[in-house]
Nanobody, 114 residues
Framework: RFVETGGASVLPGGSLRLSCRAS????????VGWYRQNPGQERELVAT???????VYSDALKGRATVSRDSDKSEAYLQMNNLRPEDTAVYYC??????????WGPGTQVTVSP
């Protein structure tokens, strides 16, 4: 499973670093992504870090985020800068694509408001 931490309430323009720790899976052999979701909306993939370290970002976060991983620690990270109110969501990490036998973690709440 995954456990996400690092969410908080911040002002617009602020920064946050989210962390995700995996357990019970072969983390180093899996592409991992950060997803976010708001109530009533579908979960969307916003950043991916592949096993070799290459990265992909959604248009929503491109230029404002850096995704990384430490496979020795089975951890992934999402550094977000210049946060906007529309970044408000619960953030999750999971495999890319989602492997349905792996449960979703609790997520971590990011709230961006004046």
């Amino acid at each position: 499973r995954f456990v996400e931490t690092g969410g908080a309430s911040v002002l617009p323009g602020g920064s946050l670093r989210l962390s995700c720790r995996a357990s019970g899976i072969t983390f180093r052999y899996l592409d991992v992504g950060w997803y976010r979701q708001n109530p009533g909306q579908e979960r969307e993939l916003v950043a991916t870090v592949r096993t070799a370290g290459s990265t992909v970002y959604s248009d929503a976060l491109k230029g404002r985020a850096t995704v990384s991983r430490d496979s020795d620690k089975s951890e992934a990270y999402l550094q977000m800068n210049n946060l906007r109110p529309e970044d408000t969501a619960v953030y999750y990490c999971h495999t890319v694509p989602v492997r349905r036998l792996i449960p979703w973690g609790p997520g971590t709440q990011v709230t961006v408001s004046p």
